[in-house]
């Protein structure tokens, strides 16, 4: 069986057989192939670990396999773990990797392989990280790493420096997505033409999305009614392949315009914008925006986003991003009985500085809270009236 297979085979599917390829075909180590017979648990043993996760991250990415005999790099038996240990193991593992790097590698994923009823390999997935570079930080080590065909080696001062540069450029192009769509929603020269209202703007990017050769299989969505492939406002939407990926949308039958849509971009990008809840009236009187409403409509739209990034295989960390495009004049709607007052929004539009996150694990309340927050400063409250004193998000 190839090597390149083990690579391209999603994690839970990895099976003997894959493993059992590698010692048939003596594939060696590699840019993004490791094998390890086990791993230690004195300091040596750790930083030796620490070095190997860290080095994937710090390059292409790639797979390390616990449990495989080698020699001189190549694969030439399947030892294993106890396979009654292997979820200790694996817990033991990522606490290893959790505290001995900085920054945290989002995205690791460790799955083990059954061999035989007493044995097992354990798979830990690495993918390349836009958060880097990681640094080693085990016992005061300060050590970053990456790797080329030989494996891994230590950066010098140059290489250091020169990944820093790579990873602030990387959220530098990200912005720059980001604006450049917004631009163009204000000019309504989206996916679909919106109806003619302010607009709401949800904003999910994986920093993996920089490299302009990252693509995922999301044309598929455009083929399906994937119910976490919808509008971000709308109890009815089609679906379409396009240029940049694939499209969810809401028309409006009386218009023929697009109430909200959900643009899936090849790059694992998701863009969500809605024109109903932000409005004015026919005279121009600025409505009140539906606080309640339109922090629902979010908080279920970010959720709905984590489940399709986790089924496309998109990890993180993620850029999170939240717009409000022509609302100069609107107002919070509150509660009347709670007695705050607030003042109309001062500026066209609220490009609320966007946040990253490794995961979107985390409830989707808790990760847009900020940016919640922030649309309630612009209207002269202190953060979000929705919240509780846990920092929870409650229906009202």
Known sequence: MPAMTVASVPLDRLTKEHLKGLVDDDVVEGRDLEYKQSVGTNDAAKREFLADVSSFANAAGGDLLVGVAEDAGAAVGLPGVERESTDAEILRLENIVRDGVDPRIPGVRMQTVPLSDDAAVIVIR??????????????????????????????????????????????????SFRLERLGRLTANDGPVELTPNPKTVLHVVPLSAADASTRFDV???????????????????????????????????????????????????????????????????????????????????????????????????????????????????????????????????LIVPETVVDELAQPADILLKPHLDAIWNATGHPGSLNYDDQGRWRDK
Do not use: C
Not at 148 to 163: P, V, W
Not at 267 to 277: D, L
Not at 304 to 326: H, I, K, T
């Open 219 to 349: 044309v598929g969505l455009g083929e399906t009614h994937n119910p976490y492939f919808r509008p971000l406002y709308g109890s009815s939407w089609n679906t379409r392949i396009n240029f940049d990926g694939a499209l969810a949308y809401a028309p409006d039958s009386r218009t023929g315009l697009a109430r909200a849509y959900t643009q899936v971009f090849h790059t694992g990008a998701i863009e969500g914008v809605e024109a109903v809840m932000l409005r004015y009236e026919d005279g121009g009187t600025p409505h009140k925006i539906p606080s309640a409403a339109l922090e629902r409509a979010l908080i279920e739209a970010l959720g709905m986003y984590a489940q399709l990034l986790r089924a496309l295989d998109v990890g993180g960390p993620f850029l999170l991003a939240l717009s409000l495009l022509d609302v100069r004049g609107l107002e919070m709607a509150v509660d009347i009985r709670r007695f705050e007052s607030g003042y109309p929004i001062d500026r066209p539009d």
């Open 126 to 175: 690495i993918p390349r990280s836009w958060a880097a570079p990681h640094m080693v930080t085990f016992q005061g080590l300060s050590r970053f790493y990456s790797r080329n065909s030989a494996g891994k080696y230590q950066l010098d001062a140059s290489e250091i420096r020169a990944a820093f540069v790579l990873s602030e450029g990387a959220r530098s192009y990200l912005r």
